[in-house]
């Protein structure tokens, strides 16, 4: 409880702080910047000129649907794959022509990668072993490490001796050992079951916080991202869609594909009609659906042109949904509850417009399912803020 | 799936395993025979043991046998793991397909070919023949074993391993040393074995490739054997089928261990 409010408190300060483009502005180096960095596979693009700026003590996680590219740009960055063309720098310095082995950067892989030959200790002292430290030093170290991911009874066992929790929490200890400036996780919690994947989630990031490392982790569960991440980039096809803090890719996502890839989403296609008019409307513009009378006003931060075909994005959770019309709502809009998802403490109403789309709308469920007072097929009134909608050009 | 063995099977059983094994306990039997001539049962007696082992001639084959055994599986067993993890791990490069073919066709090559070739190649650089020639012929062709071997643990090697280690400061060479050989360890003692009972038992590429003075254990038993089978040659031959099938089993057994130890990438 303590450990996910800790978190929480630490993304709302990074969205007022921001305090990435803090850093730019003061003209700080980024510990990781990649310049126009593609890296194709044959004929295949993986990475299509990704430019991204990294600054110390971030936990930034890399997100996006499967084979877009996010493993192959941390392999560039541990050294496993050159770039095709562009710049990776390392603390203002171009890290490309140093090996793998001497960069200063851990990374725990996907697999763990755990020496099966070797016990948990051997393998935490590993890399240890070949910084030239002294035998106390490396003894101390590593026991500070086992005692830090909860492994001291297990360290003389082998990998396969354990279950994959603990294996990835000595994959993590192993990482972490040598004190990196920077800590790579790849999919770090692919493994793990919902609870303790929960757990270690809040375990990593007390263990970032404690420790001031530099993290970047590579998931494609977004809710994981959201949980421990200071900023996010999505990616798709090889580029970076969109890069912000949690609460700022959910809340102004950039672009179509960002909104629908982040949390659930209703996408409306229509047009720009003109300004919007209002007190809370600042900014804001008109938008007509396809094949629906009314208009709706919404952020547009994009600054389209009337007449522009855009769409519509308004979360699920921020519609709401009653029987009666509301005579104050400014968006509002009618339809037939089509389908009702019950997941306990929320429902989700599927309702179907006149043009025929289906419109997703949230409810927290306060009273039992059986008094619910809108039942299928019930003509229902669906309405939304001039603050909760965004209109995306693409 | 646990079936029952139906009679047939158990026939054919039978038969197949007589069929393979039955001169060999005759061979065994007659070890211990006391009557000279070698089909007339005379008793028990381990006496051809004995003399055996005051055959003089008998004991300097073992010895040259034994020496040639070792160093040829030794080299083998180094130039095999190489050739293994280059073919396994280079990548794509132009006719590595040939290379790979290359390698293992000397598995399949009439050993009278590969004697016969490795004479002329021995006479053409004018090396003579003896105890180096047997070991680099049994070297050539037992590092082909070596290396199917090898590699066919190096297939299944989680390469991630050996990025883990450059990734915490390993070179490439202490890479291979401290992650890639203790974990391939059982796959390369099993070549060297396999290696090592190879060339205990070949007769013909040695006959070709020996000299004076390195008469090897086969050659000598079959020089012999010309002017009579005495029990002594039972006697010999049933100490060498027990260190080949000592050699064999502890290779298969080791191979197991690796598979059970969770080696292998899950
Ligand atoms: N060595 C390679 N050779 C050819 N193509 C590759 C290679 N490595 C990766 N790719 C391709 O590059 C693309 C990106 O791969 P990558 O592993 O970075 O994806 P990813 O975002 O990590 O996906 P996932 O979430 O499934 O792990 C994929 O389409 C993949 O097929
Ligand atoms: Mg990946």
């Known amino acids: ?394 | 799936m646990i079936r029952r063995l139906t009679w047939f099977n158990a026939t054919a059983l039978t038969f197949g395993f007589t069929f393979l094994y039955l001169p060999i306990v005759l061979l065994i039997i007659y070890s211990f025979n006391e009557s000279k001539l070698v089909t007339v049962w005379g008793g028990f007696s381990t006496k051809w043991y004995g003399e055996l082992m005051r055959n003089e001639a008998m004991l300097d084959a073992a010895w040259v046998t034994l020496r040639v055994a070792v160093f040829s599986a030794s080299i083998a067993t180094a130039l095999g793991t190489m050739a293994a993890i280059v073919l396994v791990r280079a990548g794509r490069f132009p006719s590595r397909t040939l290379f790979s073919g290359m390698v293992y066709a000397p598995l399949v090559m009439p050993e009278v070919i590969t004697g016969l070739s490795l004479l002329l190649l021995f006479i053409a650089i004018g090396l003579d023949r003896g105890m180096l020639t047997i070991i680099l012929a049994h070297t050539t062709f037992a590092m082909c074993y070596v290396a199917v071997v090898v590699s066919s643990r190096l297939v299944t090697f989680d390469q991630s391993l050996e990025e883990a280690a450059a990734d915490l400061g390993a070179s490439p060479l202490d890479t291979f040393f401290s992650v890639t050989l203790p974990i391939i360890a059982p796959a390369v003692v099993a070549g060297w074995l396999l290696a090592f009972t190879l060339s205990l038992d070949d007769l013909v590429i040695a006959s070709f490739n020996t000299g004076p003075g390195a008469t090897t254990l086969p050659i000598k038993i079959y020089s012999a054997v010309r002017l009579g089978v005495s029990p002594e040659i039972n006697a010999l031959s049933t100490i060498l089928i027990s260190i080949v099938t000592v050699g064999v089993i502890t290779a298969s057994l080791l191979q197991k261990r690796l598979v059970r130890r969770g080696y292998q990438v899950e």
């Open chain 1, 1 to 394: 409880m303590n450990e996910q409010s800790s978190t929480q408190k630490r993304n709302q300060q990074t969205v007022s702080g921001n305090s990435s483009t803090r850093f730019e502005k003061e003209g700080r180096t980024p510990i990781v910047e990649f310049r126009n960095v593609v890296k194709q596979f044959g004929e295949f693009t993986a990475v299509d000129d990704v430019s991204l700026k990294i600054w110390p003590g971030e936990f930034f996680a890399l997100l996006g649907p499967s084979g877009c590219g996010k493993t192959t740009l941390l392999r560039m960055l541990a050294g496993f794959e050159t770039p095709s063309s562009g710049e990776i720098l390392l603390d203002g310095k171009n890290i490309l022509p140093v090996p793998p082995n001497k960069r200063p950067v851990n990374m725990m892989f996907q697999s763990y990668a755990l020496f099966p030959h070797l016990s948990v200790r051997d393998n935490i002292a590993f890399g240890l072993k070949r910084d030239g430290m002294t035998k106390e030093n490396i003894e101390a170290r590593t026991e500070e490490m086992l005692k830090l991911v909860r492994m001291e009874n297990f360290a003389h066992r082998k990998p396969h001796q354990m279950s994959g929790g603990q294996r990835q929490r000595v994959a993590l200890a192993r990482a972490l050992a040598k004190n990196p400036k920077l800590l790579l996780l790849d999919e770090p919690l692919g493994a793990l079951d919902a609870k303790l994947r929960e757990a270690t989630q809040f375990e990593l990031v007390n263990i970032q916080e404690k420790l001031g490392t530099t993290f970047i982790i590579v998931t494609h569960d977004q809710e994981e991202a959201m949980t421990v991440s200071t900023r996010i980039g999505v990616m798709n096809l090889g580029i970076v869609a969109q890069v912000d803090t949690p609460a700022g890719i959910y809340e102004n996502p950039s672009s179509r594909f960002v909104a629908d890839f982040i949390g659930d989403v209703n996408l409306l296609e229509g047009r720009i009609e003109g300004e919007a008019k209002g007190k809370h409307a600042e900014g804001n513009m008109l938008f007509a659906a396809n094949g629906i009378e009314t208009t709706f006003s919404a952020r547009c931060p994009d600054q389209l042109e009337a007449g522009t075909t855009c769409w519509l994005a308004v979360r699920p959770e921020k519609i709401a949904i009653s029987k009666e019309k509301d005579t104050k709502a400014v968006n509002q809009v009618s339809g037939v509850v089509d389908d009702i998802a019950y997941v306990g403490n929320l429902s989700t109403y599927h309702v179907r417009l006149a043009n025929g789309r289906v419109i997703k709308a949230q409810e927290v469920n306060r009273r039992r399912v059986e008094n619910r007072e809108i039942t299928w097929e019930d003509e229902v009134w669906l309405s939304f803020t001039e603050g909760a909608g965004l209109l995306l050009a693409e």
